[in-house]
């Protein structure tokens, strides 16, 4: 015959957060990190997202564009930080 064990309260329901192992807290900082970058996106970013720039278009990666532009000559990191905000 098996016995029940006595409800957890709930402080200890929330324990795991603190007691997790190594893989929870880096994803829990990988994911605050993505979220404060797609927050500050405005204020990091030099390039408006939604400006065309033909004569630049395709770049590669570089000091001025850290991932290139795209076909439209946007720079693919500015879009991308405005992209983790939708």
């Known amino acids: 015959m098996s ?3 006595a409800p957890r309260s709930e402080h200890e ?3 795991w957060l603190v007691t997790g192992g190594w893989s929870l807290r880096v994803g829990l900082v ?3 990190t993505i979220g404060a970058l797609a927050i500050f996106a ?3 970013t030099p390039y408006d997202p ?3 720039g033909l004569e630049g278009g395709l770049q590669p990666p570089g000091p001025a564009h850290w991932f ?3 076909q439209l000559g946007r720079d693919i990191l500015t879009r991308v930080l405005y992209a983790a905000r939708t």
Do not use: N, S
Request: aromatic share 16%; hydrophobic share 50%; no cysteine.
């Open 50 to 52: 939604t400006v065309l």
């Open 13 to 15: 329901r929330w324990r």
């Open 42 to 44: 405005p204020w990091i």
């Open 3 to 5: 016995t029940l064990a």
């Open 30 to 32: 990988g994911i605050f």
């Open 68 to 70: 290139g532009t795209d």
